[in-house]
């Protein structure tokens, strides 16, 4: 490039480009893009709240007529797929984006023009998946759309089964992109010194779950895919009428979906593994144990599925076989239990939001684990199997667990995004609200399985001993609700007049801390040099956790190989930090539009749903697919303008 | 809020904050009371697994309670850790910084093998379990049913007996029933808490189970697995009933009912034939003669109609001639637009098919 442009050379002058929105929409930057995934999935999860309140509203009483059953299966089946993949993963992966950067030393993800555009295509996936509501119906045969009754002969009544392979291909799209960015990350991009035993618990889970991402996702790709063919190009896969089985349909689905709900608890564990060492004033108990019965844990995810097929009739040695390998699953799990319980003990433990979800998670997720043992006996599990035990099981893992440990994440390191602390007193009443709410809610439902209460069922008879627990587990969820309102209120009151945090506001271990509150763009000025296992409590307090804390510089790296850090001063002067660019968004509307264009083309010439594609076949894929090319192309050739020289 | 005031209480001595959590009996109690409750919640209802009737249900309830037991003791010993340690380990401001030890491997050894000798005791009862519930009975004293699950109801046939009923499967009192569950359309999931556990009804193919009832009465089950819009009220009943009363009840569902006498009857025997009722219905006798809905023939002898949704009643069963898709939506049998008259002879008809 012209020399002229060498001397806009900075991150300075491309901040002066894109002011407001458009510093958004265009940036690269990880926290940015980390804040726009976890609002985003906040977003989400209070629409999958508000689909869950309907849900409960519906079986407060027998009988209930507050939806019809047609809709009462379309919010069931919309808040399991928001929850899990437009809630809770993404919220996950806002917190891979911000913290696993800042956790390992790096300046930027190892690809932020990737970065960005797996959050465009998340966001349009997401709102793709959305918008069936508006087009006829939202998709309705359960998050796990077991075929067949997601064909044709049997769902023609809207686009819903359409909306929903095809967003969740998008949505795969989009994690699979962020598993290899966050992967390349982690192994490429760290400190010096940072070695993989040194590296916070967090960014483990983080290198663990992206693995599980990358081997799950294919498999239900496989699935939706076959799926499309059969409603779309009339083959038949799962078409028992042509002598397919359907069973095949739950292998595959969960193939994916045990490792999935791995995807979902593993980055809950690891920020719960960051928080309580932090809070207690102790190292993890156990760090190597806890690291490796993580991976334990993702490995062993792979030889479970069938668990959930108990009741297909699979046959006993089938059936023997799958409850052992579950069973096993148990050990790692509760190793991590006890050392987290480890690190609390002889701690000095300050009792901060943070700490409390943490604390809810234990408790939490232990009932869920035990539940879990109890349906991992094929016998109990032919009782508990399709019942409200399971949903009460699965709340107690994935909300007790995963939310909770998510919360705990946003109150730790909500103050390093904003540089102001939430309130703590609001933050108290929240957990609190929270706890109780879903014990009030869930622990019930343990109950009204082993009564024999099926899931997903729009309307129950009286009389059949389940009205009282109904009705105490709605009044449960609406004091989730309100919980969540003091959550939102707090979040907007806090990001304007919360108490400024300063740097290192919870005395904290891991290096985020020794950088400013919101950091600047580059991060680490310097990039530090990594010495120990938490590396930046042993730069305050030395190895033997003598001394008075304080905030210290990091040691940074240096050298003639570092040449360009060794120029930039403390305000990152000279630091090469990559440009803004719009072809991520653009190239994300395009593969948005090229895969939802059997539907768009459907819908514009009016056909009803399942009809095949006729001549010119969904023309509107085409014009995604040319936006899709233009975005692609840019993006390669896209000229880089911020060297410094 | 409660740790604050708490963490005031107990500023001064270690020993005062071990002492808080005797202090604090009303939480336990509530705790302990919250845990009762929802233990005596069970057992109680239609439908529940924990009041089996039958020796498979006796089987699978009881290892339920065995593993169900056992959580309960890791669950108060693990959740009365963590309190504890959450509790006296709270700060305090003459805390300095607690020593940093990073593990004991010693203890990860205990707490990698407790759970390990848990589940053992766990998995022996289970693989047994799955061996006597998988093993289907045979020979001549066994009754041989095949269940089939449809968009939304279920539908019994007894091979041996050449009896086909819907909603309601008889079965003689303390006799081993081999049931092969199949499917017409989609996934359903067929299950008599009561009796035995679980099974799911899937297209092509024909899973196994057995099971028994030992105590004469009527017994509730349902469809478990969402089979679309009506998955709610795909419901059905069993009766268990003495070895005579099942004779006799086989012996009725055998013969062919007799052409109706009564003149509203007759009427209405002559609107089923005529209407599209003869497409979907068979009634053994006459020209119907369709398989898509449930067979008929002997109707009358149903204690409920629209897959056991409803009691069958007269008023019930003109409601639901009147626009099934209204009492039971997405019924598959249309609004025919019978007038009251029509429905109120086949209302007669139907009743007299016993």
Same mark, same amino acid.
């Given at each position: 490039m012209?020399?002229?442009? !060498?001397?806009?050379?900075t ?5 002066r ?9 265009f ?38 007529k ?9 919010l ?12 809770l ?10 913290v696993?950067?800042l956790q390992?030393?790096?300046?930027d993800?190892?690809f932020?023009?990737?970065?960005a ?5 998340y966001l349009? &996936? ?34 819903g ?6 967003g ?5 799209v989009?994690s699979?992109? &962020?598993a ?17 035993m ?26 939706l895919?076959e799926?499309?063919f ?21 292998h595959?689905?969960? #193939? ?13 564990m690891?920020i ?16 190597p144990?806890?690291?490796y019965?993580?991976?334990a844990?993702a ?8 668990? !959930?097929m ?14 052992v ?14 050392n ?14 943070p ?19 109890m ?9 508990e199997?399709?019942t ?14 995963t939310i ?5 994440g ?13 309130d703590?007193? #609001?933050?108290?009443?929240?957990f609190?609200?929270? #706890? ?7 622990? &019930?439902?343990?109950? #009204? ?19 009282t ?8 969820a ?14 907007f009151?806090?990001?304007r ?7 290192d ?7 985020e ?6 950091p ?8 530090p ?6 590396p930046?409590?042993?730069q305050?307090y030395?190895?033997?956790g003598?001394? !008075? ?33 719009y ?5 994300a ?13 459907n819908l514009?010439l009016?056909?009803?749903p399942?009809?095949q594609?006729?001549?010119?076949p ?8 040319l936006?899709?090319?233009? &975005? ?14 | 809020?409660a740790?604050?005031?708490?963490r ?7 020993a ?12 336990w109690i ?5 845990l ?6 069970c ?10 009737a ?11 309670n065995l ?7 890791v669950f108060v010993?693990?959740?009365g ?17 607690p020593?940093q %030890? ?6 990860e050894?205990?707490w990698? %093998? ?7 005791v766990i998995?022996?009862?289970?693989i ?11 020979g ?5 049913v095949?269940v %089939? ?5 279920w539908?019994?046939r007894?091979?041996?007996l050449?009896?086909?009923t819907a ?14 569950v ?17 099974? /799911? ?5 024909q ?11 009527e017994f509730?089950?349902?469809?478990? /697995?969402l089979?679309?819009?009506?998955h709610a ?22 013969a062919?009912?007799a052409?109706p ?5 007759a ?35 149903r204690?409920?109609i629209?897959?056991?949704?409803l009691?069958?009643?007269d008023a ?11 009492v ?15 429905i ?7 009743d007299?098919?016993?």
């Amino acid at each position: 490039m012209a020399t002229a442009e !060498h001397a806009a050379t900075t991150h300075q002058p491309d901040r002066r480009r894109y002011e407001g929105i458009w510093s958004w929409i265009f940036t690269v930057d990880h926290k940015k893009i980390g804040v726009m995934y976890g609002v985003t999935a906040v977003c989400f999860f209070l629409i999958g709240g508000i689909e869950a309140l309907l849900i409960r509203s519906q079986l407060m009483f027998p009988n209930g007529k507050v939806v019809s059953p047609d809709q009462f299966n379309e919010l069931f089946t919309m808040h399991g797929t928001t929850m899990i993949f437009l809630a809770l993963m993404p919220l996950s992966v806002a917190f891979f984006n911000i913290v696993v950067p800042l956790q390992i030393g790096a300046r930027d993800v190892a690809f932020p023009r990737l970065n960005a555009f797996s959050y465009w295509v998340y966001l349009f &996936g997401g709102l793709l998946l959305n918008a069936s509501y508006l087009f006829g119906g939202a998709p309705n045969a359960g998050w796990f759309g077991y075929a067949n009754l997601t064909e044709v002969p049997y769902n023609h009544s809207s686009y819903g089964i359409d909306f929903w392979i095809l967003g969740l291909q998008i949505l795969g799209v989009s994690s699979m992109a &962020g598993a290899f960015n966050f992967l390349v990350t982690i192994i490429n991009a760290r400190a010096p010194g940072m070695t993989f035993m040194r590296m916070p618990l967090f960014t483990w889970m983080t290198l663990v779950t992206s693995f599980l991402l990358i081997l799950a996702f294919p498999v239900i790709t496989v699935a939706l895919v076959e799926l499309m063919f059969d409603r779309l190009f009339a083959t038949n896969f799962f078409n028992p009428a042509a002598g397919a089985e359907p069973i095949l349909w739950q292998h595959l689905f969960w #193939l994916f979906g045990h490792p999935e709900v791995y995807i979902l608890i593993l980055p809950a564990m690891g920020i719960i593994s960051d928080v309580l060492p932090t809070f207690a004033r102790k190292p993890l108990f156990g760090y190597p144990v806890v690291a490796y019965s993580g991976v334990a844990i993702a490995f062993m995810s792979w030889g479970v599925w069938a668990h !959930h097929m108990f009741s297909a009739g699979l046959g006993p040695v089938a059936n023997a076989v799958f409850s052992v390998t579950t069973m096993l699953i148990a050990v790692p799990t509760g190793i991590k239990i006890f050392n987290w319980i480890g690190t609390l003990w002889g701690g000095s433990i300050n009792f901060k939001t943070p700490l409390l979800f943490a604390l809810g998670f234990i408790a939490m997720f232990t009932i869920g684990g035990l539940s879990g043992v109890m349906l991992a006996s094929p016998p109990a599990d032919w009782l508990e199997n399709d019942t409200y035990f399971v949903v009460a099981h699965i709340h107690y893992v994935l909300f007790g667990g995963t939310i909770f440990g998510l919360f705990a994440g946003i109150y730790y390191w909500f103050p390093k995004v904003t540089g102001r602390l939430l309130d703590e007193r #609001l933050g108290q009443i929240h957990f609190w609200l929270m #706890l109780i709410g879903m014990n009030v809610t869930f622990a &019930g439902m343990h109950v #009204l399985g082993m009564e024999g209460m099926p899931r997903r069922i729009a309307t129950y008879p009286p009389g059949m001993g389940w009205d009282t627990w109904n009705f105490i587990a709605t009044i449960g969820a609406f004091t989730i609700a309100v919980g969540m309102l003091v959550f939102i209120y707090n979040f907007f009151a806090s990001v304007r007049h919360g108490q400024v945090a300063g740097p290192d506001p919870w005395d904290g271990r891991t290096l985020e801390w020794s950088i400013p509150s919101p950091p600047p763009p580059y991060n680490f000025a310097r990039i530090p040099i990594v010495r120990a296992r938490d590396p930046f409590w042993v730069q305050k307090y030395g190895d033997a956790g003598h001394g !008075h804390g304080r905030v210290v510089p990091m040691p940074v790296a240096g050298g003639a190989h570092d040449a360009e850090e060794a120029r930039a001063d403390e305000h990152g002067e000279g630091i090469h930090m990559p440009d803004p660019s719009y072809y991520p968004i653009v190239a994300a509307l395009g593969l948005a539009v090229m895969l939802a264009g059997v539907i768009l083309t459907n819908l514009i010439l009016g056909n009803p749903p399942g009809t095949q594609p006729a001549w010119p076949p969904s023309w509107v894929a085409f014009v995604g697919l040319l936006v899709f090319l233009y &975005g692609i192309y840019g993006w390669a050739l896209e000229p880089v303008s911020g060297h410094s020289s | 809020m409660a740790h604050r005031s708490s963490r005031r209480l107990g500023k001064e001595r270690m020993a005062s904050r071990v002492h808080l959590l005797r202090r604090r009996p009303l939480v336990w109690i509530l705790l302990a009371g919250l845990l009762a409750l929802l233990i005596s919640g069970c057992g109680t209802g239609p439908q529940s697994a924990l009041a089996p009737a039958g020796p498979v249900g006796m089987r699978e309830a009881g290892l339920y309670n065995l593993i169900f037991w056992m959580a309960v003791v890791v669950f108060v010993l693990v959740e009365g850790l963590l309190l504890f340690t959450a509790l006296r380990f709270r700060r305090r401001t003459s805390d300095g910084i607690p020593s940093q %030890i990073h593990g004991n491997t010693r203890l990860e050894i205990v707490w990698t %093998i407790i759970p390990v000798l848990i589940l053992i005791v766990i998995a022996v009862p289970t693989i047994t379990t799955i061996a006597s519930a998988s093993t289907i009975p045979q020979g001549p004293d066994v009754l041989k049913v095949t269940v %089939i699950g449809h968009q939304w109801w279920w539908e019994f046939r007894y091979p041996d007996l050449g009896i086909v009923t819907a909603d309601e499967m008889h079965i003689p009192v303390g006799t081993k029933v081999a049931l092969t569950v199949e499917s017409a359309d989609v996934i359903h999931s067929f299950w008599v808490p009561r009796l035995a556990g679980k099974i /799911q009804a899937i297209p092509r193919r024909q899973n196994e189970m057995w099971l028994q009832g030992d105590e004469i009465g009527e017994f509730y089950g349902q469809c478990y /697995q969402l089979c679309g819009t009506s998955h709610a009220n795909m419901r059905f009943r069993v009766f268990v009933q003495s070895k005579a009363d099942f004779d006799a009840w086989v012996k009725d569902q055998q013969a062919v009912p007799a052409p109706p006498t009564d003149p509203e009857a007759a009427k209405g025997a002559q609107i089923f034939q005529s209407k599209a009722c003869v497409g979907c219905h068979t009634i053994a006798g006459t020209n119907a003669k369709g398989t898509i809905g449930p067979n008929l023939t002997h109707f009358g002898s149903r204690t409920t109609i629209a897959g056991a949704m409803l009691e069958k009643t007269d008023a019930n069963l003109a409601m639901w001639l009147h626009d099934p898709p209204g009492v039971k939506p997405g019924s598959i049998m249309p609004n025919l637009g019978l007038t009251d008259d029509e429905i109120k002879a086949l209302v007669a008809y139907l009743d007299s098919l016993k």
